[in-house]
């Protein structure tokens, strides 16, 4: 059935979240701190509140997408007796620690709190491929999921609050180390007139088919023995040849030379005839 949701904050991804609620046939209430960010929602049918605590008091279900875990504290801090009995489901990109310290302030406030890390960029909200990761109150969970599953698929894993920022943001730490290594070879192409885009035509399935490659790393890392038969040794991986040839075209070196240091802390360590996936032990 229908339910009422608000929503606090308005940016490029509060609004899509509140979108798709108001789309839903949900009754949503908003609020963004800089007033006319509203305008389209009210168009179709959602209410504008004055403010974040007009905006609290009208749902059972509350929704914080803001810029960063300062401004959250900033907008709830006085608002926890108005929180008292509600959901508090909080999708703002916070660190674990963060997240498990709203956590013990929604339980002191009598809040249920439900934490969420969006892997998705606005506008493929409520589309195929839009994904959120959830922890913390199960309760909460399970009592919206048909809300939550509008944004995108919902997956949960458990009451404690940190783990979906943590695994938020170990997938964003993969996904920008490896944009940043193809931004370094189209700037090592470039002064051979290759354009970035014709550069991407050749990375982007040179890269998705090495992501096969990723359970072999897997299945080595959990088996926790670096010398089973098949993989790349790291002196095999030694990333001297593209250090070289970065710099014969003029290219800063640090994205490589980042990697190449964690490959030598394990040669050095007399570990070279193992495999890739040891640089891990560089890491932990
Ligand atoms: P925007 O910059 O578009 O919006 C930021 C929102 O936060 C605005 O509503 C802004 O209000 C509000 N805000 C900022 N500071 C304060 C404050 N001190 N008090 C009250 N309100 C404040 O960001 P997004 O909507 O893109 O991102 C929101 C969250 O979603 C972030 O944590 C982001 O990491 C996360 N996210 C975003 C993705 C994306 O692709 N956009 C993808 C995945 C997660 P005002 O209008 O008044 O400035």
């Not at 209430?29 to 403010?51: I, K």
């Not at 956590?103 to 969006?118: F, K, M």
């Not at 890392?221 to 040839?245: C, K, N, P, R």
Request: hydrophobic share 45%; with cysteine.
């Amino acid at each position: 059935g229908s339910i009422q949701a608000s929503v606090l904050g308005l940016g490029a991804m509060g609004g899509a979240l509140a979108e798709a609620l108001v789309r839903a046939g949900h009754g949503t209430t908003v609020w963004n701190r800089t007033p006319g960010r509203a305008d389209a929602l009210a168009a179709h049918g959602a209410t504008e509140a004055a403010s974040a605590r007009d905006a609290v008091r009208a749902g059972r279900l509350v929704i914080v997408c803001l810029l960063d875990h300062a401004s959250v504290r900033e907008v709830l801090d006085p608002l926890a007796p108005d929180l008292a009995g509600r959901a508090l489901v909080n999708v703002t990109t916070t660190t674990p620690e963060q997240s498990r310290e709203l956590a013990e302030w929604a339980a002191a406030a009598r809040a249920t709190y439900l934490d969420g890390g969006i892997l998705a960029v606005p506008h493929m909200i409520g589309k195929p491929g839009s994904s959120i990761l959830y922890s913390g109150s199960g309760e909460v969970f399970r009592e919206y999921r048909t809300v939550l599953d509008l944004w995108g698929t919902g997956t949960y894993f458990g009451e404690d609050a940190g783990l979906a920022s943590l695994y938020d943001l170990a997938l964003l730490a993969s996904m920008y180390v490896m944009f940043a290594g193809f931004l370094h070879g189209a700037a090592m192409v470039a002064p051979s007139g290759m354009t970035a885009r014709a550069f991407a035509g050749m990375a982007a399935p040179w890269l998705s088919a090495m992501t096969s490659g990723l359970e072999g790393f897997a299945a080595v890392v959990d088996g926790g023995d670096y010398t089973v038969a098949g993989q790349q040794s790291l002196e095999f991986s030694d990333l001297g040849d593209i250090l070289a040839a970065s710099a014969e075209q003029g290219v800063g070196t640090e994205v490589v030379d980042a990697v190449q240091q964690l490959i030598r802390r394990q040669i050095d360590a007399g570990h070279g005839k193992e495999g890739f996936a040891r640089i891990i032990e560089s890491l932990r």
